[in-house]
């Protein structure tokens, strides 16, 4: 180029490049900073979150393994001298239900009526034995009467009185043995600690 406008010298004029260079370098800091604060906030709700959830943990633990007092509502099963059973016999055996009453009054139990089943229970019950009584016989009768029977049947009736009915069943053996219907029963009056609970 002629005239006024020579250019001499190293020197050209530059373009705004640096600019852009110093907008990509503070856009890359940026970004750096908030990537590092993302990741510090993550961490910090991972750790809030992971100590409440092992606060809980160690509550929940504690308070499952806190000793429980004993249980009022369940009522104490009556003593097998408080039980009046009557022995019926529903099988072609004959002297069952005497022998059996026999049994049960040398464990401790009142013994009421014995003789045969009556006709809608007679040879109809296939298993070791029906336990019939009226329906609070469930919350004590039933279970101290059970002790002396293995897989014993049992079922409530209308009736209000409080004896209950060991109906002898056609796959009837024997009572269970006294020492194994003694630890049934001393195992109903002090039931073991349920799960989680402090022994």
């Known amino acids: 180029m002629g005239g006024k406008y020579r250019i001499?010298?190293?020197?050209y004029p530059r373009m705004r490049r640096p600019r852009r260079r110093r907008k990509v370098v503070l856009a890359?800091?940026?970004?750096?900073?908030?990537?590092?604060?993302?990741?510090?906030?993550?961490?910090?709700?991972?750790d809030a979150f992971s100590d409440?959830?092992?606060?809980?943990?160690?509550?929940s633990r504690s308070a499952a393994c806190k000793p429980r007092s004993a249980p009022s509502a369940a009522p104490?099963?009556?003593?097998?001298?408080?039980?009046?059973?009557?022995?019926?016999?529903?099988t072609p055996r004959s002297g069952l239900a005497k022998a059996t009453a026999d049994e049960l009054q040398k464990r401790?139990?009142?013994?009421?009526?014995?003789g045969n089943a009556p006709a809608e229970y007679d040879k109809r019950v296939p298993g070791a034995g029906l336990l019939l009584g009226a329906p609070g016989a469930y919350d004590g009768s039933f279970g101290?009467?059970?002790?002396?029977?293995?897989?014993?049947q049992v079922k409530a009736d209308a009736r209000t009185s409080a004896d209950v009915d060991l109906i002898i069943g056609t796959a009837f053996k024997t009572l269970?043995?006294?020492?194994?219907?003694?630890?049934?029963?001393?195992?109903?009056?002090e039931p073991e600690p349920a799960p989680g609970e402090c022994g």
């Open 8 to 11: 001499t010298g190293n020197a």
């Open 28 to 46: 890359v800091v940026a970004a750096v900073a908030v990537i590092g604060l993302g990741g510090w906030g993550t961490l910090q709700l991972i």
């Open 52 to 59: 409440d959830a092992k606060k809980t943990g160690a509550k």
């Open 76 to 90: 104490t099963p009556p003593r097998p001298a408080q039980i009046t059973v009557n022995v019926y016999n529903a």
């Open 108 to 114: 401790g139990f009142n013994i009421g009526k014995v």
């Open 144 to 152: 101290v009467l059970g002790t002396q029977l293995a897989g014993a």
């Open 176 to 189: 269970n043995a006294k020492p194994v219907a003694d630890r049934a029963l001393a195992a109903l009056a």
